[in-house]
């Protein structure tokens, strides 16, 4: 829920079914850097970008920022929250179906 003061890490397009989101403590400080048993160099994009060159040299840190970005809600955090999950997800949403028809006779 919104009030939970953490980060989400969330794998956007995983490889596999078992990559799931995490939420880890706000005062966190994330590392990521190759194996260095890595046979090879990876690539990383930021934000969809153009992608780079990941070496066993690099690390990225992930932490939240010092500067939040305020938001507005118009009903409130819970509501927005949950009603974002609701679209997003398509809870509780039924297709329309067609009328009943009744079967022809011969």
Known sequence: APSVPC??????CPHSLAFRPIMV??????KCKLNPDARGNALVSFDGRHSQDFTKAHVVEIGVSDYPLPCIDKNGSMQDWFNGLQNCLMWNVRKTQKPMTAPKTS
């Open 7 to 12: 980060m989400i890490i969330a794998p956007i």
């Open 25 to 30: 403590p706000i005062n966190c400080t994330l």
